[in-house]
C-alpha cells in the first residue's frame, strides 16, 4: 500500500509538474503576444503622430498657397482694372485725335480758299 501511495504521489507529482510546464509555457506565449500587440500599437501611435504632423504641416502649405492664389488674383484684377482704363483712355485719345484732325483738315481748306479768293474784294 505504502508502494501504490509513493507511485500515486510521483505520478502526481511528474503530471503537476508537466501542467506547471504546459502553462507556463502557455503563459509565456501569452506575454510574448501581449508585447507583439503592445509594440505594434506602439508603432501605429507613432505613425498616427507623424502623418498628424504631416497633416498639419500640408494644411499649412495649402492655406499659404491659397493665399498668394487671392493676393495673385487680386493683382491680375488689379491690372485687369489698369488695362481698362488705359484702353479707355487710348479711345478717347484716338477720338480727340480724330478730331483735332478733322479740323486741321477743315482749317485747311479754309486757308486754302482764302489764298485763292481774289485778295482785293
Request: aromatic letters at 0%; glycine letters at 4%.
Given at each position: 500500500m505504502r508502494i501504490l501511495s509513493i507511485?500515486?504521489?510521483?505520478?502526481?507529482?511528474v503530471g503537476i509538474g508537466a501542467l506547471a510546464i504546459h502553462y507556463n509555457k502557455n503563459a509565456f506565449k501569452a506575454q510574448q503576444e501581449l508585447v507583439q500587440e503592445r509594440y505594434k500599437r506602439m508603432l501605429a501611435e507613432e505613425n498616427v503622430e507623424k502623418f498628424?504632423?504631416?497633416?498639419?504641416?500640408?494644411?499649412?502649405?495649402?492655406?499659404?498657397?491659397?493665399?498668394?492664389?487671392?493676393?495673385?488674383?487680386?493683382?491680375?484684377?488689379?491690372?485687369?482694372?489698369?488695362?481698362?482704363?488705359?484702353?479707355?483712355?487710348?479711345?478717347?485719345?484716338?477720338?480727340?485725335?480724330a478730331t483735332l484732325e478733322d479740323k486741321i483738315k477743315e482749317l485747311e481748306q479754309v486757308s486754302s480758299n482764302v489764298s485763292k479768293s481774289p485778295s482785293g474784294s
Open positions: 507511485i500515486l504521489v510521483v505520478v502526481m507529482v498628424t504632423t504631416k497633416i498639419n504641416s500640408l494644411e499649412g502649405e495649402l492655406v499659404r498657397a491659397q493665399n498668394r492664389v487671392k493676393g495673385s488674383e487680386k493683382l491680375l484684377e488689379q491690372t485687369k482694372a489698369v488695362n481698362d482704363d488705359l484702353k479707355s483712355r487710348l479711345d478717347k485719345v484716338s477720338q480727340i485725335k
